[in-house]
């Protein structure tokens, strides 16, 4: 079991960034993958972006492609979500998740809440 803790959410301005982490503590010393996905009120929880542990190799939702890096400290067993040029649609409460291997269903982080104004 992994255990996951969001922070750096917050209120921002429309164009502004922030930039959030998620600590993983537990049996992480097989992370595979780690990844952000966002829920607003009323919609689907949907996918953001996704690092590769051992890699590194990232992938993007096309929603936020070049507006949004993800980055990893594996030291720390941190990920991070630099979010540049926010706009009111990316409000939401953003999820970290992580696999242990390619077949484990995943643990959650409990959210972090970004709103946007515009």
């Known amino acids: 079991q992994v255990q996951l803790v969001e922070s750096g959410g917050g209120l921002v301005q429309a164009g502004g960034s922030l930039r959030l982490s998620c600590a993983a503590s537990?049996?992480?010393?097989?992370?595979?993958?780690m990844g952000w996905y966002r829920q607003a009120p009323g919609k689907e929880r949907e996918f953001v972006a996704r690092i590769w542990w051992s890699s590194g190799t990232t992938g993007y939702a096309d929603s936020v492609k070049g507006r949004v890096t993800i980055s990893r400290d594996a030291t720390k067993n941190t990920v991070y979500l630099q979010m540049n040029s926010l706009k009111p649609e990316d409000a939401a409460i953003y999820y970290c998740?992580?696999?242990?291997?390619?077949?484990?269903?995943?643990?959650w982080g409990q959210g972090t809440q970004v709103a946007v104004s515009s």
């Open positions: 998740d992580a696999h242990r291997h390619i077949a484990d269903s995943g643990s």
């Open positions: 537990g049996r992480t010393f097989s992370l595979y993958d």
